[in-house]
């Protein structure tokens, strides 16, 4: 546990000073090192890298990017053709959450609506702070409709603690606050509901192990670490009673692009009557999209991230595999809507259907 | 790749001498360790440290355990209470794999025939190169009806290789010669199919990834290593033609206890008509158990090996939990026989239903 004092959120402006912090979240949870982002390249690859990662994160993190593209411009006013062409590039750092594209797409039109150079950087500047604002009130809301789900498990239960099984890192760090799978955790945590947490460890870069355990840790969630392979033989024996994962992107008809090794676990959960629900806010449903496992990209990443542990140095010694066997390395699946028991959204509970996915998104919040 | 030469078996008798030796195959594939086993002490470690894993090689250790326990008799002469005692303990080191109580079983029986300090020492000797010959044999009849399947799905599939997708190491590292789940895919690879293997590292010890990607590079078989929660996205896009795994136990109706994460594998092969085979000699069917999920004793493993990197030190610097986080370590999982689409035995192929494995394990070979 690192000893300096740990940041409430994963991105921030430095007090006083024109600059964009970020934790660098593949030191975690050995080292806890502070980034100063002021490039649109050093956004750009934050993003790539995963210094930064989680859907609503990441479309934080892209907005800020287009405030620091605005203050750089090179002639010294930002032109609707720059801006462009920046706001491209770091669309483009990752290509399965679609919040990366929104908040940048949202951004950017706020901008192009200011005339001068000042005004821009100002605009970018405070919608970047709005989307994290908007983001962390999401997160409020999402823990707060959980929360009716896992008190309702609890009382049936009559006993014992609610056992929650997450994948990957759908939490604090993964968005602006309490995070998205964690904002009903924490909250139950804090009524004073049992509650014990199975975190997949997700391979191949350990954002369950690495980040969630630690999350947990820090708040006195109980909680286990498991390697992913284990959820079914858990189910299978009663030793789970609800699956709440994040998502990446959704489609309106309720399939779900989320981290690698996410659809296994919605069939065993399926096979097992266990409740399989995602949450996430509004923003990473895309409107575009009908059939998530045909048409949502699937970003391929490096295969060294599988051939070696993550952040040791590559060296032979540290392979995990033969030095002349490739490896293929998948970061996202789908898991399709017939699997998903239901969606928490900052707007309340829905099942993955499309008529009701319209109907909550059409609310007010 | 060592550069050794490499042993062609993963257990023998060391040539002129009376002494048994072993691959540590914890080191592979960075280092070829040869081990001297001269006590129950070393065997037992040997089985519970995984120096040798997988059923078949599990219970020819065992066997030739009861043959250094014989010959280290400390009166002279191996006693009849002497002898079940040290069954005993070679039979405790791993729970799950029924091979291993199998075989000792079958070479404790055969050793108490005879009366004489001699005739015990030689008579284990002989059963456990007997059992060792025979699984050799074995995997070779596995291989050959193996083969029908694999050569089907070529010609059906008409150009391309043919996709297969195992998990863990049922190779030849697992056996005597050849393999299980692999001994199919080699005899493909020498018939010139077409073939390529998605190899499941398999998390927390990377058999997969350390252990059969190495075997299958040896024999040049086209491979790429992929973390285990990726078969269901491969399966999702028509990327996987079937799956061919090992067993450590199996019940008479057709249940499969097979290392953790097989059962999610087998999901996901149901879900996108993917066949799904458990490739096993018939002495790892229990003819006792009948419901696997139920009965199959899960063998819970040390949490270090979850929360450290294979094969390194246990330094802070080498967790990849935080240090507070607890895991658990569940080896094995079982695949209900409803998710098998069948067995392949040396005998030949059968479904997962008790009548036809009933009629397969009573035929000759």
């Not at 997450?166 to 995070?179: D, F, K, Q, S, V």
């Not at 599988?306 to 952040?311: A, E, I, K, N, T």
Request: charged content about 25%.
């Amino acid at each position: 546990m690192p000893e300096r004092e740990v940041p409430s959120r994963p991105i921030w402006m430095k007090p006083d000073e024109a600059v964009v912090q970020i934790i660098d979240q593949r030191k975690l949870p050995g080292e806890l090192a502070v980034v100063d982002l002021e490039s649109v390249d050093e956004v750009v690859s934050a993003i790539y890298e995963l210094m930064v990662r989680g859907a609503p994160l990441i479309g934080v993190t892209g907005a800020y990017g287009l405030y620091i593209a605005a203050r750089n411009a090179p002639e010294d006013f930002p032109s609707d053709d720059y801006l462009a062409r920046e706001a491209l590039r770091i669309k483009a750092a990752r290509p399965t959450a679609v919040n990366l594209a929104w908040a940048v797409d949202r951004t950017l039109a706020v901008i192009l609506e200011e005339k001068t150079a000042g005004g821009r950087v100002d605009a970018a500047r405070s919608e970047a702070a709005a989307i994290a604002e908007e983001e962390a009130e999401n997160s409020r809301n999402i823990g707060r409709h959980g929360l009716a789900l896992l008190r309702e498990i609890s009382s049936k239960k009559g006993g014992g603690p609610v056992n929650i099984l997450t994948h990957c890192n759908a939490g604090r760090l993964a968005c602006i606050e309490l995070g998205t799978a964690t904002a009903p955790i924490y909250a139950a945590h804090q009524k004073g509901i049992d509650i014990h947490v199975w975190v997949d460890e997700t391979r191949p870069l350990h954002q369950g192990s690495r980040l969630t355990a630690w999350e947990l840790g820090m708040e006195n969630v109980p909680h286990t670490v498991i390697v992913d392979n284990t959820g079914g033989h858990l189910m299978q024996h009663g030793m789970v009673d609800i699956v709440i994962v994040g998502s990446d992107r959704s489609t309106l008809t309720g399939d779900v692009a989320n981290k690698i090794g996410t659809y296994l676990k919605a069939l065993a959960a399926r096979d097992n009557d266990v409740p399989f629900y995602v949450a996430l806010p509004s923003s990473t449903f895309d409107r575009q999209i009908r059939d998530g496992v045909a048409d949502i990209p699937i970003e391929l990443r490096d295969p060294d991230e599988v051939r070696y542990m993550p952040g040791v140095e590559k060296t032979d010694g540290n392979l995990l595999v033969p030095k002349d066997s490739p490896a293929a390395n998948y970061a996202f699946d789908v898991t399709p809507a017939r699997l998903v028991t239901g969606f928490i959204t900052e707007r309340g509970v829905c099942p993955a259907e499309e008529a009701a996915i319209r109907r909550i998104l059409a609310e007010k919040s």
